[in-house]
C-alpha cells in the first residue's frame, strides 16, 4: 500500500481513543471512490456517485458556515448524538464547547468514512475524547451502546442532528437507528426517573446509618456463593430462579 501521510495521522489518531475502530477500518478490503470538490470558500468538500450524479456530502459554497449553522438547532451542551460523519464540518464547531459532555457521530459506509480518511485531516474530531464513532453497526449493537453508556443524570440531555446529505443517501438505515434510541432513550428514562425519585432518600438513609454500620460487629459465616438482589422491577420475573438457586 502507498505511503499516505492523511491517512497514517488520521489512523493514529482514531487509535489514541478508539483501538477498535482503527483495527476494524484496517481490516476493511474495500472503499469508495470519492472525489474531492473544492468549494467556493477553498475547502475541500467530499462527492460520491449515487444514482448516476456525483453529490456532495457538505455545502459546495461554504461547508465551515454550513456546519456553524448546526450550533443554532439547540443548546451548546449535553449530549449530542449525529447522523453521518461526512468531513466533519458540522462536527467540529461543537467541540470548542466544554459543556457539550459526548458526541457519538453514526455513520453507515465504513467503506466511505475510510475513503475519506485518506483523502481529509480529521485529527481534531478523533483525538477529542468526547468523541465516539458508531460505524457500520445494526440498530440492536447501536441500542446496546446507549443503555451501556448514557446516563441523563451525567451526561445532560440528548439531542439528535442530521447531516442531511448523508441521511437522504442511507435513508432506510437511519430511520432503524432512530427507532431503537428512541426505544432505550425511553427505558432510560424511566429508570432515571426511579433514580430521581428514590435517590435523595437513599442518601440520608446511607448517611443516618454510616455510624451504626462503623460500630456493627457481626460476622457472615463461611458460605460458597451469595446471590444479591436489588428491589427493581426484574426481581419479580427472577424470583422463581433465586429459589431455585
Known amino acids: 500500500m502507498k505511503y499516505n501521510p492523511i491517512y497514517q495521522r488520521n489512523m493514529l489518531a482514531l487509535t489514541t481513543n478508539n483501538p477498535e475502530l482503527a483495527a ?24 460520491v456517485m449515487k444514482n448516476g450524479r456525483l453529490t456532495p456530502i457538505h455545502s459546495t459554497f461554504d461547508p465551515i458556515k454550513e456546519g456553524i449553522r448546526y450550533l443554532a438547532i439547540g443548546p451548546k451542551s ?31 459506509d465504513a467503506a466511505l468514512f475510510t ?19 458508531l460505524l457500520d453497526l445494526s440498530p440492536k449493537k447501536i441500542a446496546n451502546f446507549f443503555l451501556e453508556h448514557y446516563f441523563p443524570a451525567v451526561f445532560g440531555n440528548l439531542q439528535t442532528l442530521f ?22 432513550i425511553g427505558r432510560i428514562a424511566d429508570d432515571y426517573t426511579v ?43 427472577q424470583i422463581d430462579q433465586i429459589k431455585q438457586l
Not at 32 to 47: F, L, R, Y
Request: hydrophobic fraction near 40%; charge should be positive.
Open 24 to 47: 476494524y477500518i484496517t481490516s476493511l478490503q474495500k472503499t469508495e471512490t470519492v472525489k474531492i470538490i473544492t468549494s467556493k470558500s477553498g475547502h475541500p468538500v467530499p462527492a
Open 78 to 108: 449535553g449530549y449530542k448524538v449525529i447522523f453521518g460523519f461526512g468531513a466533519g464540518y458540522h462536527i467540529l464547531p461543537f467541540l470548542s464547547f466544554k459543556n457539550i459532555s459526548s458526541v457519538i457521530v453514526i455513520e453507515k
Open 115 to 133: 475513503s475519506i480518511l485518506k483523502l481529509i485531516d480529521l485529527r481534531k474530531i478523533l483525538l477529542d475524547p468526547r468523541v465516539r464513532i
Open 163 to 184: 447531516l442531511r446529505s448523508r441521511y437522504n443517501m442511507e435513508r432506510s438505515y437511519f430511520e432503524k437507528i432512530i427507532d431503537s434510541i428512541k426505544e432505550v
Open 195 to 237: 433514580q430521581a425519585h428514590f435517590g435523595k432518600k437513599w442518601f440520608i438513609n446511607t448517611l443516618y446509618n454510616l455510624y451504626t454500620a462503623g460500630e456493627t460487629s457481626g460476622t457472615i459465616p463461611p458460605v460458597r456463593s451469595v446471590i444479591i438482589t436489588g428491589a427493581g422491577p426484574s426481581l419479580e420475573n
